[in-house]
């Protein structure tokens, strides 16, 4: 199982984007979390809108938990859901996700009618890199030298 | 084969064009080399725009040679006989001739709708920032991985992360913007739209890669010339940008979303050459090879025209007409 939000589960670092991940009901039961904070199984089933059973919002946390998208521990003999991420860093993922993964997709950008900023790059050697910032570093002072003259 | 008028004359168009781009096109390509040659020494501006035309002459003097040769004659001289065969060759050149143009179609198809979709989605995941004074809108995607490009082709966003927003500072941004806004002013994004619907020489040989790859590269140049004009300190913080860019991608590997193994094609990585020019702005161009450049284009297209003005004349129409039928049979 994909363990999206927690790297202590999580060594890969290629992660699906989260619409992939979540379905609407995950995203429903999300909502409550992030509405109400720590929350039991009964909490969420009381406080979502939609006619479901019991069962089926415990499989649904149980599910995100797997996922990682929840962090869980035990209060009694009830376990208690909490999200891992809050709604911002979420969202702040989920908008990672979708571009990188339009962007990772079968097409890649080459295929895509976007002029980009430093086109084509490659990794580039780090000793060119250093090499350019020199000159850079050397042209900055020569106009600063020239400004001052 | 027996065909009907319409799908002889349908046969007769793609059999055409196929013949003519196949001729122009490896014209193209055997010139390829010193064409490019050339463009090193004119301005890249002159450069992009060379490299585009020469792109856009194989298929431009084909349907040219369709449209007002091939077609004119057929339709004036071919008597309206209900049903006629065909001839293998005559087909399997038009089977090339449909099979090209459904390819660059497909291919152009699938490029624009990815680009909407790719604009639709920035726009939903992005939050919009209009920058004072431009008309430049820019959306700002809450992401880690640095990336500033500009999608859209009337009206384009500007799609910047938020990393490189933090990371820039204001003369780099300014000058980073600068160089998308003259990718917007040279409608850059348009003539990559009309190269994706360009078709290749045969149904599974592009053949221009080089070319367009070029151009490409000429285009990345010509838009540095635009903030080299506002002065050394726009060039230089470009210079600055470019280069901080490229660390930040190489302290997080490789941007998966940029072309897939570009860096190993030939020419295709200019980080170095855009710097120097950028440091060093004398070095622009001549404007001697211009105006060589544009005698070249300029007779080339001449050339163009005026053997589709012989084909198309009607003193030569009944002998093109003959040939057509022979070819066609």
Known sequence: MTNLFNPRRTPDCHEPPLSQVLGSLEARVMDVLWGRGESSVRDVFEMIDRPLA???VMTTL??????????????????????????KEWERRRAEGLVAAFLDGPEPSRDLLVSSLLDAIGQQDSALLDELEKKIRRRR????????? | MILSYWLRLLSLCFASFFMVHVVVGLGVRFAERRIIGLAERITARAAARLLFWVRILPAGTAVLVVAFAC???YVRFEGRIVVERAGY???????????????????????????????????????????????????VIQTSRPFLVQSGILRPYIVISQRLLSDFSNAELEAALGHERAHWLSRDNGKRLVLAFLPGILPFWRAFETLERSWSKFAE?????????????????????????????GTMGPPSWLPRGASLLEGSNDLPGRVQRLLAPSRLGSPKFERLATIWLGAASLLAAGCLAVLASPLLQPSLHELLERFLH
Not at chain 2, 103 to 128: D, E, K, Q, W, Y
Not at chain 2, 235 to 241: E, K, N, P
């Open chain 1, 141 to 149: 002072k020569e106009l600063s030298e020239r400004g001052q003259s």
């Open chain 1, 62 to 87: 149980e599910r995100l938990f797997k996922k990682g998208v929840l962090d869980r521990h035990k209060i009694g003999r009830a376990f208690v859901y909490s999200p891992v991420l809050n709604r």
């Open chain 2, 71 to 73: 077609a004119p004659s």
């Open chain 2, 221 to 249: 140049r010509a838009a540095d010339d635009i903030v080299i004009a506002e002065g050394p300190g726009p060039a230089l913080s470009l210079a600055t940008a470019l280069v901080r860019l490229a660390r930040m991608h």
């Open chain 2, 89 to 139: 060759v005559c087909l399997a050149m038009a089977s090339f001739g449909a099979l090209v143009w459904a390819g660059a179609i497909a291919r152009g198809l699938r490029i624009a709708i990815h680009s909407v979709g790719f604009t639709c989605l920035c726009r939903r995941n992005g939050s919009m920032v209009r920058l004072a004074g431009r008309p430049s809108r820019m959306l």
């Open chain 1, 54 to 56: 019991y069962t089926t």
